[in-house]
């Protein structure tokens, strides 16, 4: 199968980001989740989570409606531009993209 596809996609990065960048890291994330959430085509959603065992290790996911807007937006200058003061707080980081095949959603408590 191709990597380009109609479905949702899941996009992860496995980050590192020093205990004392922290706060940088973020308060660049806040500046520029709600753009991307407001602004940006095909993205559904996205999370920030902190490794429960390493401190300087994190995730960040985004859902988007189909690879091609994630690509798409990647590509852009203003992404680029958007993304760098939380890309200034990252000493490693690791990239994954995933077609989403499945899906099971738990029961919504009363």
């Known amino acids: 199968m191709s990597e380009r596809s109609h479905g949702r996609a899941r996009i992860v990065f496995l980050v590192k980001v020093p205990v004392e960048r922290r ?3 973020l308060a660049a994330y806040e500046q520029i989740r ?12 996205d999370q920030v989570c902190r490794s429960a065992t390493d401190p300087e290790q994190w995730l960040i996911t985004s859902e988007w409606s189909d690879l091609e807007s994630f690509l798409a937006w ?3 200058s203003e992404h680029r531009d958007l993304v760098k003061p939380l ?3 990252i000493t490693e980081a690791r990239s994954l993209r995933f077609l ?6 738990g029961r919504v408590p009363a």
């Open 23 to 25: 706060d940088d890291f």
């Open 100 to 105: 989403i095949e499945a899906e099971t959603a």
């Open 87 to 89: 890309r200034d707080c």
């Open 34 to 45: 709600f753009l991307v959430a407001e602004g940006v085509p095909g993205h559904l959603v």
């Open 74 to 76: 990647e590509a852009t």
